[in-house]
C-alpha cells in the first residue's frame, strides 16, 4: 500500500523559508515520477514542479525560489523554499506515480504572513 506523509509546513514572514518533506512508503521515490502541488483557497489546485529520473521542472511563479531534491536513503522528497511570497500560502501535496497509479499525502499548510 502506498502512503505519502507530507510535513514541514507552517507560518512563515515574507522573505523567509521552510522546507517540506514527502515521506513515502510503498513505493519507491527513485523509481517514480514525484512532484509537489499546492491548493489556495478558492483556486484550483496547480503543479509547483516535479523531479524523476534526477531531472527537475518548476512552475514559472516559483522558479529560482523553490528547489525540489529526494534522499534516496530515506525515500523522502523535498521541497526548499525560499524568498516566500504571500501568494505561496496553500496546502502543499505530493503526488508520486508508481506503476501507472497517482497517489496524494494529505497535505501541508503553508502560510506567508507578517
Given amino acids: 500500500q502506498v502512503q505519502l ?3 514541514g509546513g507552517g507560518l512563515v514572514q515574507p522573505g523567509g523559508s521552510l522546507r517540506l518533506s514527502c515521506k513515502a512508503s510503498g513505493l519507491l521515490v527513485s523509481f517514480s515520477n514525484m512532484s509537489w502541488y499546492r491548493q489556495a483557497p478558492g483556486k484550483e489546485r496547480e503543479l509547483v514542479g516535479l523531479i524523476s529520473g534526477g531531472r527537475t521542472d518548476y512552475a514559472d511563479s ?7 531534491s529526494s534522499d534516496n536513503a530515506k ?3 523535498f521541497l526548499q523554499m525560499n524568498n516566500l511570497k504571500p501568494e505561496d500560502t ?3 501535496f505530493c503526488k508520486a506515480v508508481w506503476r501507472s497509479r497517482d497517489s496524494w499525502g494529505q497535505g ?3 502560510t506567508v504572513s507578517s
Avoid: C, D, H, L
Avoid at 516559483?62 to 525540489?68: E, L, S, W
Fill in 90 to 92: 496553500a496546502v502543499y
Fill in 108 to 110: 501541508t499548510q503553508v
Fill in 62 to 68: 516559483v522558479k529560482g525560489r523553490f528547489t525540489i
Fill in 75 to 77: 525515500n523522502t522528497m
Fill in 5 to 7: 506523509v507530507e510535513s
